[in-house]
């Protein structure tokens, strides 16, 4: 992880700097992803099968060679082995969904939880250590989560809002009053009817100076200011809208965002600062079959098939799809 900077105190609005910034440049590769270097083992399974009615959506890989995937139906923790393929639930559900997921190095899972808020499951017991509810007003939906050393946040797909639960010095989590809501303003404009998917995949630019957020149902990419909430749309150039743009990963200067039902990852290069983006290319997979967030091991990316097109049945077949990062 990045080295943090001094400690954390419950901001007014704006959001205080040292508090709800990255750390810096430091963090911001593989390792601060919790992505190992070293490649991964060439007998690993391109196809991981799931349960059978398991309904994933979001992905976390931390150090080791395990892939952690929530189930939209109940909310269970189900851990994969990437090597062989194997698995099994590591926690059950509370019987609340889970969306984004994202893993620290103390072996946290940060869960978005729909309309529940988030919670935090240690994944080695299975316990949930908290659960926080977000948003102040209704219609909600928590969508996904992204880590910084003192920050989760959270994005809410119904509320033009960003969540952030303040970390203590040694990660220690927050209260259940800690909840920072952030309102997006500049060049967020909420899109509608209501139940539309707005403000979904964030991660964070380069430089650790800001936050990025795909807005699904317009397609675009926001730089979020994370003191005020201010929004600039990145430029990406003629590049193709984001449509139904989900999941985001960044790796460097690079930056994956997540097509769902465009069965597609598209690749940017960002500038620092994340105000530019050129388009590198488009990965596809004959295997994809809505996709929704990417997590990456070694030379690969990992992406749960949601299949939101086929309806869903408890025998319903699931899978996590391996390709070329």
Do not use: C, K
């Not at 939209?72 to 059950?92: E, H, K, M, N, Q």
């Not at 119904?158 to 927050?174: D, F, K």
């Amino acid at each position: 992880m990045a080295p943090t900077h001094g400690s954390f105190a419950r901001p007014a609005h704006p959001l205080s700097r040292r508090g709800l910034l990255a750390a810096g440049a430091a963090g911001l590769g593989a390792a601060a992803l919790g992505t190992p270097a070293h490649a991964t083992a060439p007998t690993a399974p391109d196809v991981i099968a799931l349960p059978d009615g398991f309904r994933p959506e979001g992905i976390a890989v931390g150090r080791g060679p395990y892939a952690y995937l929530g189930s939209l139906g109940d909310g269970s923790i189900y851990r994969a082995d990437l090597r062989t393929g194997r698995g099994r639930i590591v926690s059950p559900g509370p019987g609340a969904p889970a969306v984004g997921l994202e893993l620290d190095g103390r072996g946290r899972l940060f869960v978005a939880g729909r309309d529940t808020g988030a919670r935090v499951v240690d994944v080695r017991s299975g316990e949930i250590l908290a659960s926080y509810r977000l948003a102040a007003t209704t219609p909600t939906f928590t969508n996904d989560v992204f880590l910084t050393p003192r920050t989760a946040w959270f994005t809410d797909s119904h509320q033009p809002t960003l969540y952030a639960l303040p970390l203590g010095r040694r990660g220690e989590l927050p209260d259940a009053d800690a909840v920072v809501r952030l309102p997006l303003t500049g060049d967020w404009t909420q899109q509608g009817p209501e139940g539309t998917v707005n403000a979904n995949g964030i991660t964070r630019t380069p430089d650790g100076s800001a936050l990025l957020v795909v807005q699904s149902g317009a397609g675009l990419l926001h730089r979020v200011d994370p003191r005020t909430g201010v929004t600039r749309l990145v430029d990406l150039g003629d590049a193709a809208p984001l449509t139904n743009g989900d999941g985001l990963l960044r790796v460097g200067r690079t930056l994956y965002v997540v097509q769902n039902r465009q069965n597609a990852i598209d690749v940017f290069t960002l500038a620092a600062d994340g105000h530019r983006g050129v388009f590198r290319r488009r990965i596809t997979d004959p295997d994809f079959d809505v996709p929704t967030t990417v997590a990456r091991y070694g030379d690969r990316l990992y992406l749960p098939n949601a299949r939101f097109t086929t309806p869903p049945t408890p025998d319903t077949a699931y899978s996590v799809v391996a390709v070329p990062a």
